[in-house]
């Protein structure tokens, strides 16, 4: 679900003008939410936190990404741009979500079988493949859209 949210709202944020404040509201839980619930999926595959704790761990890390971004992107030559925000947050966010699905389903498999746990196994079927595969292609065309305007500037 997160990576399907975090999907649209990166072409929002390359399909909306850069100036209408509803769409900058559409795209905000790409800023706030998405990136530090993700993370907290990764860095904490075996707590069950509850809705105030990891609503805190989402808020926290997603701020920690967007100050650790905007450095980032501050030393590219694509600067603090919109289209470069959603690909550098909607990079980390799928990213985030991959590793968190590999770790549960390795977790899991593991667990059901040896009562430890490895992230040595990768259960993705083919639906899961391709929707993986879809969103590495939308990062791959959102970061050359930002190296062609770059280029142009």
Do not use: H, K
Not at 90 to 117: H, K, M, P
Not at 132 to 148: F, N, R, T, Y
Request: hydrophobic share 55%; with cysteine; aromatic share 8%.
């Amino acid at each position: 679900m997160v990576a399907a949210i975090t999907i649209v709202a990166v072409a929002l944020a390359f399909i909306l003008p850069p100036d209408w404040v509803p769409g900058r509201i559409l795209t905000l839980p790409i800023a706030l939410i998405l990136p530090g619930y993700a993370l907290t999926s990764v860095l904490f595959p075996r707590r069950e936190f509850g809705i105030p704790e990891r609503f805190l761990f989402s808020l926290a890390l997603s701020l920690v990404s967007v100050i650790m971004g905007g450095l980032v992107l501050n030393w590219t030559p694509w600067g603090l741009r919109t289209d470069s925000w959603a690909v550098i947050l909607g990079g980390l966010t799928l990213g985030a979500c991959a590793v968190a699905l590999v770790r549960r389903r390795g977790r899991e498999q593991d667990i059901s079988t040896t009562g430890r746990f490895s992230a040595g196994y990768i259960g993705l079927n083919v639906r899961q493949g391709l929707l993986l595969g879809l969103a590495a292609l939308i990062v791959c065309g959102a970061v050359a859209v930002s190296i062609i305007g770059a280029e142009r500037q």
